[in-house]
């Protein structure tokens, strides 16, 4: 199982991908993130991340893309923000008939240290120990992303399984490019 | 100046098209309601806004494409599905070199009826005398969509003169299709 987490930003746009299956040791193929000038219009923003996202699909050719999902309870500049990044994300995603997945934060938190209230840290640490990686991932966007594609193959093996065969009917039913 | 006006949404996301300038009579070029069905998962729904709205593209050419401003003040669920549809609509506009142009609910009402805080049928009603049709767009979300074109036109005489230029440099610079 290859999946692309994706903590969605404006601003930073984490991305890393994970392969592996639950219960064996997990391999980091990439991870990264995907940034736009917070000076620059949104609509310009949202292109730069389409285009971002759009390499990392075509590098890495994952099986599933995880995203972070969006509450809106928190600070509404940012939210909206994040909301459509995420969306960006996953139309990215279903274009190519990519089975989206969406985890909370704290879904996450859980997955990779096992409480949903850990800190930043504790997740960097976590990932870092989790990946056999030198040291841990920077910025934290890149972190999370690939705390988000660990948790998702963690937590879903049979889900995985099933939404594999969905996206694959829908992709045989209906043309993977946009229609301009 | 032609601009489509868009009224974002995931179940329905409305569409219009107005031509005129500020002081003359004003011409609908088209009216209608993208609709994704609301048991799809979000990502097929955002590419069938995708879809859609592209093919309001293709057709009318709009010099300027005029989104709805999101707030979160509102209800979270349908907050989100705005503020993701809209996105869909900046990335379209802006991938193509059109610029976007944002206005808030209570800016629309004002444009249109006089008053911010005028109801959906006072707006309906006065896009049906502005535009001359023979009775209101339905639903809502297409005459919304118009009156969001008229705000666009009657508010922005110089700002459109502005965006168009830097639109016309940023096309020059960057490529107008996706990268993949």
Redesign the interface.
């Known amino acids: 199982m290859r999946v692309l987490g994706v903590d969605p930003g404006l601003t930073r746009c984490g991305v890393g991908v994970v392969e592996g299956v639950a219960g064996r040791p997990l391999t980091m193929l990439g991870v990264g993130v995907v940034r736009t000038p917070a000076d620059a219009?949104?609509?310009?923003r949202?292109?730069a991340i389409?285009?971002g996202l759009?390499?990392w699909?075509?590098t890495h050719r994952p099986e599933l893309v995880a995203v972070e999902r969006?509450?809106?309870?928190h600070n509404?500049r940012t939210?909206?923000g994040t909301?459509?990044?995420?969306?960006?994300a996953?139309?990215c995603?279903?274009?190519r008939g990519i089975?989206?997945a969406?985890h909370t934060p704290s879904e996450v938190k859980a997955a990779v240290t096992g409480s949903g209230r850990a800190d930043k840290a504790q997740v960097g640490a976590m990932v870092t120990r989790l990946l056999r990686l030198a040291a841990p991932p920077r910025p934290a966007d890149a972190a999370d992303a690939l705390a988000l594609a660990i948790c998702h193959i963690w937590r879903a093996p049979a889900q995985n399984r099933l939404q594999r065969a969905v996206a694959a009917q829908?992709a045989q039913n209906a043309p993977k490019g946009?229609?301009?």
């Not at 219009?41 to 310009?44: M, P, S, Y």
């Not at 969006?70 to 309870?73: A, G, R, T, W």
């Open positions: 219009d949104i609509g310009h949202l292109v389409e285009r759009e390499e699909l075509d969006v509450f809106s309870q509404v939210v909206m909301a459509q990044a995420s969306a960006v996953m139309l995603a279903a274009r089975p989206v969406l829908h946009r229609t301009a």
